[in-house]
């Protein structure tokens, strides 16, 4: 996949801990992406979507798990993910929270497109990764849905709410597996979009994650891209 858009480190922050746990070594698959051992020490640098891409999917081939995506996101830590992962700690609601992120998305992956559409009684997210093949980022398609399912029910503090997982590729492991993984209903359509679909009373519930992280606040007043993220 040749993908040029510009992802920062800090989005694969939990690839160490992944690699050790499915026995490969750390410095083979960041050398699939192209970087050196210790390239993850800068969580801030920011590296081609192509690279994260590789790197996903040799760790996969690799350990021979195919739903590592899904791995790497029940680890993800929001504060690890600079403006656009506090920014999910400060909106009052759901509704604002997301809202933030989708202002705060280009810090961290750029050539990407979210939608927030209320029809009806339902909530339509959509995440598009421009110029990217559905197929080859699939890992990485799949990990954005298992962090979102997450983040919902964590700042809902709603574990029962009902939301649907639609991934623009095919499975590579039983149904089962996804939806137990991320937490509820999961389908695969061709397409080029992560949908994932929710109750719309939820975004006016309160965010019981606010002012969890750090420094939160600061992603109001910040800048949202900085001038040197465009990659040559």
């Given at each position: 996949?040749?993908?040029?858009?510009g992802?920062?480190?800090?989005?694969?922050?939990?690839?160490?801990?992944?690699?050790?746990?499915?026995?490969?070594a750390?410095?083979?698959?960041?050398?699939?992406?192209?970087?050196?051992?210790?390239?993850?020490?800068?969580?801030?640098?920011?590296?081609?979507?192509?690279?994260?891409?590789?790197?996903?999917?040799?760790?996969?081939?690799?350990?021979?798990?195919?739903?590592i995506?899904?791995?790497m996101?029940?680890?993800?830590?929001?504060?690890?993910?600079?403006?656009?992962?506090?920014?999910?700690?400060?909106?009052?609601?759901?509704?604002?929270?997301?809202?933030?992120?989708?202002?705060?998305?280009p810090?961290?992956?750029?050539?990407?497109?979210?939608?927030?559409?209320?029809?009806?009684?339902?909530?339509?997210?959509?995440?598009?990764?421009?110029g990217?093949?559905?197929?080859?980022?699939?890992?990485?398609?799949?990990?954005?849905?298992?962090?979102?399912?997450?983040?919902?029910?964590?700042?809902?503090?709603?574990?029962?709410?009902?939301?649907?997982?639609?991934?623009?590729?095919?499975?590579?492991?039983?149904?089962?597996?996804?939806?137990?993984?991320?937490?509820?209903?999961?389908?695969?359509?061709?397409?080029?979009?992560?949908?994932?679909?929710?109750?719309?009373?939820?975004?006016?519930?309160?965010?019981?994650?606010?002012?969890?992280?750090?420094?939160?606040?600061?992603?109001?007043?910040?800048?949202?891209?900085?001038?040197?993220?465009?990659?040559?």
């Open positions: 996949m040749y993908d040029r858009s992802v920062r480190l800090s989005l694969v922050h939990t690839l160490p801990a992944t690699a050790e746990a499915n026995g490969v750390l410095a083979q698959v960041l050398s699939l992406g192209g970087l050196e051992p210790d390239a993850l020490g800068d969580r801030d640098r920011i590296v081609r979507r192509s690279q994260i891409v590789a790197m996903m999917n040799g760790l996969a081939r690799k350990s021979g798990n195919a739903t995506g899904l791995q996101a029940a680890a993800t830590d929001p504060t690890m993910l600079g403006p656009f992962g506090r920014s999910l700690l400060v909106g009052r609601t759901l509704g604002e929270a997301l809202a933030l992120q989708r202002r705060h998305m810090w961290l992956q750029r050539g990407t497109s979210i939608r927030i559409e209320t029809l009806g009684q339902t909530v339509r997210w959509s995440h598009r990764m421009l990217c093949d559905p197929t080859e980022a699939r890992l990485l398609y799949e990990g954005i849905a298992a962090f979102f399912v997450r983040f919902v029910r964590g700042a809902t503090g709603d574990t029962r709410a009902r939301l649907h997982v639609i991934l623009p590729h095919k499975p590579l492991a039983p149904l089962s597996v996804y939806e137990d993984a991320i937490g509820c209903a999961v389908s695969f359509e061709r397409g080029s979009d992560l949908v994932i679909r929710f109750d719309a009373a939820l975004l006016g519930r309160s965010n019981l994650l606010r002012g969890a992280g750090e420094g939160a606040a600061d992603v109001l007043t910040g800048p949202v891209v900085p001038a040197d993220f465009d990659l040559a």
